[in-house]
């Protein structure tokens, strides 16, 4: 029962370029959580999703961020044009479903952004 | 706006002692409160609470909640070096995100 996948694990841009992240949740999970993680802070929200859907994108920027999750593959966080400023380490977790009082995330092992 | 305080967000002890980490929050629609320990990579689970006055234990780990108060705190007795990690508190707003905290940083020293 493989957990929360996440790739590539390390991933350098040059400024200007885009980056692709990939996140497949659990076997069995519908909902996806993607976090930012810049040194010495902790966990900053970005965007949840379950299928086809975003539920809440409020901690995403508006310009050159977006993500996906299609009905079949990985979730997407994608950034065009990247800057220096987007260097850092970007973490997917996943979920069963809504409405369960006991839900926890499980998280992948993130993804290490960083723009030259 | 919804958030969560971590303190100390620092901490240096020496193998043995005790430490408690603490964690208040302010969230719309409070389900659940979460604790994970993060060492080099992904965030592992520790403890979930959603009751008051519940302790939940594991091994020298506990935990409670005081929802009244709004805050958790995390005891770790008898620390050991492999306890040196970040210890992140989150907490479920009803479906609609997991607010994190900015973590304490705790270290060990031999």
């Known amino acids: 029962n493989a957990g929360v996948m996440q790739n590539p694990r390390h991933l350098v841009r040059r400024r200007g370029q885009e980056a692709r992240l990939r996140c497949s949740p659990m076997k069995g999970h519908s909902h996806v959580y993607w976090y930012r993680q810049l040194p010495e802070e902790g966990l900053k929200f970005m965007v949840y999703l379950q299928k086809e859907n975003i539920i809440d994108e409020s901690g995403m920027p508006k310009e050159r961020f977006s993500a996906e999750f299609p009905k079949e593959g990985p979730s997407i966080l994608r950034i065009q044009q990247v800057v220096r400023g987007d260097s850092a380490a970007y973490f997917c977790?996943?979920?069963?479903?809504?409405?369960?009082?006991?839900?926890?995330?499980?998280f992948g092992s993130g993804t290490q952004l960083s723009v030259l | 706006e919804d958030k969560v305080v971590q303190s100390p967000l620092s901490l240096v002890v020496h193998e043995g002692d005790t430490v408690t980490l603490n964690c208040s929050y302010e969230v719309t629609n409070f389900r659940s409160l979460l604790w994970y320990k993060q060492e080099k990579k992904a965030p592992t689970f520790l403890f979930m609470l959603?009751?008051?006055?519940i302790e939940k234990k594991s091994g020298r780990l506990s935990s409670i909640l005081d929802k009244k108060e709004l805050f958790s705190i995390l005891n770790i007795t008898a620390t050991q070096t492999g306890d040196s990690a970040i210890y992140l508190c989150a907490v479920d707003n009803y479906g609609q995100n997991f607010v994190f905290g900015p973590g304490t940083r705790l270290s060990v020293l031999p």
């Open positions: 977790a996943s979920s069963p479903t809504e409405g369960l009082a006991n839900e926890k995330l499980f």
């Open positions: 959603t009751s008051s006055g």
